[in-house]
Nanobody, 123 residues
Framework: VQLQASGGGTVQAGGSLRLSCRGSRRTSSNNGMGWFRQAPGKEREIVAAISWNGGSTFYSDSAKGRFTVSRGYAESAVYLQMDKLKPEDTAIYYC?????????????????WGQGTQVTVSS
């Protein structure tokens, strides 16, 4: 399974970015998907997750109210819309495929990881 995250960049605080993650439709369409991030010197943490059909989502406390996870089935993609960005959102963001069809909230619930995309939020 290959997952490719894109859409990162540098924005000012309060700005928005939309991350995309594309993988093999054959291997990801029945799985939940998640977004994680890792800042320098910190552990990787989950940001958001979505079930296979989009019917269930999970957000970390820091993402609630600002980020939105969605799926695009036609293009076998998962998106993370990030609004009201803060400097503390600066990190490398990764997408991952869950073991199950649900919106897994723990890293050990994921089996495949994509290459990350850098998000930098300036103050």
């Amino acid at each position: 399974v290959q997952l490719q995250a894109s859409g990162g960049g540098t924005v000012q605080a309060g700005g928005s970015l939309r991350l995309s993650c594309r993988g093999s439709r054959r291997t990801s369409s029945n799985n939940g998907m998640g977004w994680f991030r890792q800042a320098p010197g910190k552990e990787r943490e989950i940001v958001a997750a979505i079930s296979w059909n989009g019917g269930s989502t999970f957000y970390s406390d820091s993402a609630k109210g600002r980020f939105t996870v969605s799926r695009g089935y036609a293009e076998s993609a998962v998106y993370l819309q990030m609004d009201k960005l803060k400097p503390e959102d600066t990190a490398i963001y990764y997408c991952a495929r869950a073991r199950s069809s649900g919106a897994a909230s723990r890293a050990d619930g994921y089996t495949a990881w994509g290459q990350g995309t850098q998000v930098t939020v300036s103050s």
